[in-house]
């Protein structure tokens, strides 16, 4: 899994919907996009429950961080419409014969927010800064797979590698960084993190934390101008809120929980004034375990766990049908997706049995646990503001309480969440999310090397096997072999249940009416943003 690529495309990520979805009408039925003459100005508010911790993509692990980076910076590459990867910074690309040697021809005019030139020098910058081991990023992997990067002058920058490396091209999708403002300098105490400087389609203008980011649109983009003028970034850590203030029509933008879709939303008076959208998301929700925890040492334990949870019921509980039950870390539909891998089935008295094997067999008073004369109970950490995930853990608490564990729940905000528990290793099992590539590389997660504080390995999974055919799976351009060596990982993963994998929902967007120009298409409606635009006449900011 590439992750920095991934999270540099957060937008399309968290929007990311197939060819077959449609807008929704009033009536339920396909609506025709309105051709009108697109106008400049008016601004997009989109409301986010979490706060951005640095707008220095390298250095930031959170998603509402890349959400607004992937608004500033740009990559060499980057996907299309249709999921193909295409130039960005990069006009064009060639790769050798043996897939060893990509030479990127860069665009010539872009300029930097500042109005400095854009060179090959910063793609050399962004590459040595990351692999730097002072540099603390958890995106590090991908590049230090690369042999030399070359550049024989300012718009030409050649990448060779020692041996086949699959996610090479895709990588090159991570933001470039300006090096006139970051070289010779601590990268970790740059005032870009609060201010930052880049060649998209927006450049910053303020941020007043806990409350917005304002962006404004870059004139000079090599893309052309955005028309839409301002996009702002509106913090409201509180889901209801959110929806209250998009019926008011104070935000333009958000993801709607499934009951807000299903059932509060479905009103003319609504439909006529917001565009909704439904499509499976390439992503999963996860109850993650503290695997240097002892409770969570024998997978026996963590088996039971699954085995005690009615995914069923989260799917129709929770998501109101609007999802499917998660396997393991790939998606279904995704060519490295194997169908073959049997999920633990709910069955309550087999999760008592394999607790039992475990030694926790004898329950106290209250009907928990016991073993040691330590009751069996933890706490579900998870984020401040995800109403559906709040309610999941709420079910899973109750199925686990029937087989004799209690368990209790505690939200968090979402920076806290992150650098106080998450990035520390600071909990006993945590309650998330990924979103996942198109790549299907997971060395960042699953990897044993990437287990130290700020990176994605947070739970502490460690498998030979598993490290063995990661390395296997970005060593080859061979698909059939790579498949192999996905396939066994995802085999090894539903046997050791380091994470339950819960569910795939699906993704709720709903855009204002007012905005124009949102196209669906295999990538997402992100992909050209920078042609959404409001008629002169409907304009309100």
């Known amino acids: ?153 300012d718009h030409t920058v050649r990448v060779t590698y020692a041996a086949p490396f699959a996610p090479a091209l895709a990588s090159w999708g991570t933001s470039i960084l300006p090096a006139h403002l970051l070289e010779g300098r601590d990268i970790t105490k740059s005032p870009l993190a609060r201010n930052p400087v880049g060649t998209g389609p927006y450049l910053f203008k303020e941020w007043i934390p806990g409350q917005k980011i304002v962006l404004e649109a870059n004139p000079e983009y090599f893309e052309g101008r955005p028309y839409i003028a301002s996009y702002i970034y509106r913090i409201i850590p509180d889901i209801s809120t959110m929806y209250m203030e998009l019926k008011a029509g104070s935000i333009d933008l958000m993801n709607l929980t499934p009951v807000q879709y299903a059932r509060q939303t479905v009103s003319h008076e609504f439909t006529s004034r917001f565009n909704k959208y439904r499509y499976p998301s390439p992503s999963y929700v996860y109850m993650g375990y503290n695997l240097r925890h002892p409770l969570f040492g024998d997978k026996r334990i963590r088996q039971a766990l699954t085995a005690a949870i009615n995914k069923d019921e989260l799917i129709h509980g929770v998501l109101f049908g609007m999802g499917q039950k998660a396997h393991g870390p790939i998606v279904p539909g995704r060519w490295a997706y194997n169908p073959h891998v049997k999920d633990i089935a709910y069955d309550p008295r087999h999760a008592a049995e394999l607790l039992a094997q475990a030694g926790w067999q004898e329950k106290n008073s209250a009907g928990v646990l016991v073993k040691d004369g330590k009751p069996f109970s933890f706490t579900i950490l998870t984020n401040q503001g995800n109403q559906q995930r709040l309610l999941t853990a709420q079910i899973i608490q109750q199925r686990l309480r029937f087989v004799g564990i209690e368990v209790k729940i505690r939200i968090v905000e979402w920076a806290t969440f992150l650098k106080e528990f998450v990035d520390k290793g600071n909990f006993e099992v945590v309650m998330l999310g990924w979103s996942i590539s198109q790549d299907p590389d997971m060395y960042d997660v699953w990897h044993s090397s990437k287990t130290k504080p700020g990176e994605l390995n947070f739970i502490g999974f460690k498998s030979l096997e598993v490290d063995r055919l990661l390395v296997e799976g970005r060593s080859t351009f061979d698909i059939e072999k790579r498949k192999r060596a996905y396939f066994r990982i995802q085999e090894i993963l539903a046997d050791e249940q380091p994470y339950t994998f819960l569910y795939i929902p699906d993704a709720l967007p709903v855009v204002s009416a007012r905005i124009r120009g949102v196209e669906p298409a295999p990538a997402g409606i992100g992909y050209n943003q920078i042609k959404w635009y409001v008629p002169e006449s409907e304009q309100i900011y």
């Open 1 to 153: 899994m590439n992750r920095l690529f991934w999270c540099k495309l957060l937008m399309l990520v968290a929007m990311a919907l197939l060819a077959a979805c449609n807008r929704e009408s009033p009536s339920g039925a396909k609506s025709t996009i309105k051709v009108e003459t697109p106008a400049f100005g008016d601004a997009i508010v989109e409301g986010t429950i979490g706060e951005a911790s640095t707008l220095i993509p390298i250095l930031a692990t959170d998603s509402s961080s890349h959400a607004v980076a992937g608004q500033i910076y740009n990559g060499l590459v980057k996907y299309d419409k249709n999921l193909n990867l295409v130039g960005d910074l990069a006009e064009s690309f060639s790769i050798s014969p043996d897939g060893l040697e990509i030479t990127f021809t860069l665009r010539r005019g872009v300029k930097w927010h500042d109005g400095a030139p854009f060179t090959s020098r910063d793609v050399l910058y962004t590459y040595h800064v990351i692999i730097d081991p002072k540099t603390p990023t958890a995106y590090s992997e991908d590049f230090k797979q690369v042999k030399r990067v070359d550049a024989p002058d």
